[in-house]
């Protein structure tokens, strides 16, 4: 999977994790699964790093409770 990167002239990653600043129509949207999520630090740090990486690129934080995985999940739209 191929993440493109910001050009030269886009704004500085944020200086802190949990920060982000912009997003645009070019940005990569990935997505953590779990129930519960809310507790979840990796969207904070994996998207910070993103950023700090030169990557257009948001982790989110997705909630499927187990009982409704096998329906929600192949919803979900695949990475391109």
Same mark, same amino acid.
């Given at each position: 999977m191929?993440?493109?990167?910001?050009?030269?002239?886009?704004?500085?990653?944020?200086?802190?994790a949990?920060?982000?600043?912009?997003?645009?129509?070019?940005?990569? %949207?990935?997505?953590?699964?779990?129930?519960?999520?809310?507790?979840?630090?990796?969207?904070?740090?994996?998207?910070?790093?993103?950023?700090?990486?030169?990557?257009?690129?948001?982790?989110?934080?997705?909630e499927?409770?187990?009982?409704?995985?096998?329906?929600?999940?192949?919803? %979900?739209?695949?990475?391109?």
């Amino acid at each position: 999977m191929c993440i493109p990167t910001r050009a030269s002239k886009s704004p500085p990653p944020p200086e802190r994790a949990g920060e982000v600043d912009y997003v645009s129509g070019r940005t990569r %949207l990935f997505g953590i699964v779990g129930h519960p999520i809310a507790q979840a630090r990796s969207p904070q740090t994996v998207t910070h790093e993103l950023r700090r990486r030169g990557a257009e690129a948001l982790l989110v934080p997705i909630e499927i409770a187990p009982d409704e995985f096998d329906a929600v999940f192949p919803q %979900l739209p695949e990475a391109r």
